[in-house]
Structure formats: structure tokens, C-alpha cells
């Protein structure tokens, strides 16, 4: 068994300043289990710190959640400003995320959820989660100036749509699929095309008619049914092989 198994700090670790003993025993219960869930007096034992040395360090456990999230947002920070380092053009700059979040998942790190947790937690008017959603919003401006740099049109919307994606897929990590930072990654490269001006689809015409379905056939048009929403692909498959 390890210190955080019995209670007490390894040796290695003891060997560390109480802060970042409490730190890290904080970052690893905080990222399986919830914030509600763990204790301070949990966090101490396991730490091997005295109630006092943690109070010194951190007045409350809401100062300790904030310390904790701003560890996490750097972590993931630095590990994505280096996938992007070693990007070969801009699609893969904003792709880099992806990389990482892939790599995460693929060793089950709890953590990569933390801020969509502590979201779900508290709400969006609780301090913390105000401090969680500041954290995403950092992240989405560093992906809006990469879509700029990108040349993308609308760089702000292609970051919440992007973030959109970064989301769904820890989710679906949460449900056990190890491939969907993949499959995200896939949709982004969509998303990034439908941004790029020069390679946006056209939009199709929507095919008014008038007269009911049954009147057309008695009539001998050779045109399909009314077709409400070309949207959907269904619809526009059908209408496609009529006219073929």
C-alpha cells in the first residue's frame, strides 16, 4: 500500500513542503471523486500535515479547490503550448488539443474532467464555478487567436464550436470511450473547412412548391414531394435521386 492508501505520506513525499504535499493530495482525491466528496480532515491525514500547517497554507478548502483548478490549468496548458510547438501548419496547431486530450484519455486520467466538474458541482454562480468557467473562457480566447491565425472566419464562434467538441469528448471519455478524443479531432477538421473562407460550402436552395403531394402525381410533375427542411440529409438524398 502507498502513504495515500494508509494515511500517511511516502517518505518521498514527506520529504516534499507541506504545501505541495497538500497540493497533491488534494489534486489526485479532487479529480476521482468530486470536490463535495473529499474532506479537509481526509486530505490532512493523508497529506501528513497538522491542521494547522494546512490552515496556514489555505484558509478554507475553497482556497485549496481554487489552487487546485489553477494547477490543472496549467498542467493542461502547458502540455497543449507544447503539441502546438510541434504543430507543422495551423490546422495542426488547433488540432494539438485533441493530441493531448487523446493521450489522457488513453491512461485514464481522471483529472481531464475537472473543470466541467467543479461546473456541475457548484453551479455557475458559485465562486468556484465562476472560477471554472474563467478557466474555459482563457482557453477558448487562446483557440479564437489560433483560428485567427489560421485565417478562419469567425474565430470566436469556431472556438465555442471547437470547444463544444473538447467538451463532448471528455464526456464520452467519462463513459468509457477511449477513442473520442479521436473522433472529435475528425469533427474538428470539419469545423475547421466550414471556418475557412475560401472553402465554405454553398448553401443549397430550398425548393418552394405549392399543391399537395397527391395533386402533383395526378398532375404528371415530374418534381418530388415539398421538401420543408433541406437540412436534413434524408431529405436531400431523396430529392437528389428524383431529379437524377
Do not use: C
Request: charged share 25%.
Amino acid at each position: 500500500m502507498n502513504g495515500r492508501d494508509n494515511g500517511r505520506a511516502p517518505e518521498a513525499a514527506a520529504r516534499k513542503p507541506a504545501r505541495e504535499r497538500i497540493l497533491e493530495t488534494a489534486y489526485g482525491l479532487f479529480a476521482k471523486r468530486g470536490v463535495r466528496d473529499v474532506g479537509i480532515d481526509e486530505i490532512i491525514a493523508r497529506s501528513g500535515v497538522a491542521k494547522a500547517t494546512f490552515y496556514r497554507h489555505f484558509p478554507s478548502k475553497e482556497a485549496l479547490v481554487l489552487a487546485y483548478m489553477e494547477r490543472w490549468y496549467q498542467a493542461r496548458h502547458d502540455a497543449i503550448e507544447e503539441a502546438i510547438a510541434h504543430a507543422h501548419n495551423p490546422d495542426d496547431a488547433l488540432l494539438a488539443a485533441f493530441t493531448v486530450l487523446d493521450e489522457w484519455f488513453s491512461r485514464g486520467a481522471a483529472e481531464v474532467n475537472t473543470f466541467l466538474h467543479v461546473m456541475i458541482e457548484f453551479g455557475a454562480e458559485h465562486p468556484l464555478g465562476q472560477a471554472a468557467m474563467a478557466h474555459l473562457a482563457a482557453i477558448r480566447e487562446r483557440l479564437a487567436a489560433l483560428a485567427e491565425a489560421a485565417g478562419l472566419s469567425d474565430p470566436e464562434g469556431f472556438a465555442w464550436s471547437f470547444h463544444i467538441l473538447t467538451k463532448g469528448a471528455m464526456v464520452a471519455s467519462i463513459e468509457g470511450d477511449q477513442r473520442a478524443a479521436l473522433r472529435a479531432r475528425n469533427l474538428a477538421r470539419v469545423l475547421i473547412d466550414l471556418h475557412r473562407p475560401d472553402r465554405r460550402p454553398a448553401a443549397r436552395p430550398v425548393v418552394k412548391t405549392t399543391g399537395s403531394a397527391s395533386a402533383q402525381h395526378k398532375a404528371g410533375s415530374r418534381e418530388p414531394a415539398p421538401v420543408r427542411e433541406l437540412g436534413e440529409s434524408a431529405s436531400v438524398r431523396r430529392l437528389d435521386s428524383a431529379r437524377g
